[in-house]
């Protein structure tokens, strides 16, 4: 192993370390925020007594 890949390794972690919890918090939101609006279109009348587009 060189010490620049020592380096960017420490770096990698470093990066994921820092920024791995944010990066669940936002996947968590997105996953919440694609279900809330399945339900909210599955709950949805048709309009005109016409199911779909």
């Given at each position: 192993m060189t010490i620049q890949?020592?380096?960017d390794l420490m770096m990698l972690a470093?990066?994921?370390?820092v920024f791995g919890q944010d990066a669940i918090t936002l996947l968590r939101r997105l996953a919440a925020a694609g279900?809330?609006?399945g339900v909210s279109e599955m709950s949805r009348r048709p309009h005109d007594g016409k199911e779909g587009r």
């Open positions: 890949l020592v380096g470093v990066t994921i370390r279900v809330r609006a």
